[in-house]
């Protein structure tokens, strides 16, 4: 998939066929995790695949916005190292995390970030070491639906914001102005 369909068909899916995820299709995702970028290179993370359905059940139960989680066959839970990274640690898992989300679309598979869990539970049920943070879970897994009607219907409803709104050129309170932008001359 270009990559650029790839960003425009991707959306939070939170509803999930029980077909596992082939292996291979899951290593070519990792690889594209591995190449991810990290500040100094440091890669302050471990990402953490979980099938087992007990568990993926307790974690979907610790948070108010995670109850898919019990349902997609694979979650995937972010961890990053403070002590490696201190200052970026959550920056670079996050990068990391979206690496996923990217990989899984254009794979065909439907994913959502989970930010809502009880991170002291997913430590102890997954063994995590008590110095490094949980910080995010993806959820994987082909969707429930041909058509995801709650990611449309999500879309109108919180629409993405205004180019007017997310950009600015010159300086923060500058409205983005691709027309400006485009008659700068050279440095
Ligand atoms: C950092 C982060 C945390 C999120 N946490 C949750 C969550 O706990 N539960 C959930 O259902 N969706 C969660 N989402 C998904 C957002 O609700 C979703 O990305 C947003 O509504 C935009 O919809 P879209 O992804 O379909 O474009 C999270 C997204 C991000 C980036």
């Given at each position: 998939m270009d990559f650029y369909d790839v960003i425009a068909t991707r959306r939070s899916i939170r509803s999930y066929k029980p077909d596992p995820i082939p292996l291979p299709v899951l290593e070519r995702i990792l690889e594209a995790v591995r190449r991810a970028p990290s500040a100094n290179n440091k890669q302050p993370w471990r990402l953490v695949a979980v099938t087992d359905k007990g568990k993926r059940e307790q974690i979907a139960a610790?948070?108010?916005?995670?109850?898919?989680l019990s349902k997609s066959p694979l979650i995937i839970v972010g961890v990053g190292d403070p002590a490696t990274a201190p200052d970026r640690y959550i920056i670079d898992t996050s990068i990391a995390l979206e690496h996923v989300v990217l990989a899984a679309t254009a794979e065909g598979l439907g994913s959502c970030w989970v930010c809502s869990f009880d991170e002291k539970l997913v430590k102890k049920l997954l063994g995590i070491p008590e110095t490094m943070k949980a910080i995010a879970i993806i959820a994987l897994g082909h969707s429930q639906d041909a058509v995801n009607v709650m990611g449309i219907l999500g879309k109108l409803l919180r629409p993405s914001k205004k180019t007017e709104e997310l950009f600015a050129l010159h300086s923060y309170t500058r409205v983005w102005n691709g027309e400006e932008y485009d008659k700068l001359p050279p440095e």
């Open positions: 610790s948070g108010s916005y995670a109850k898919f």
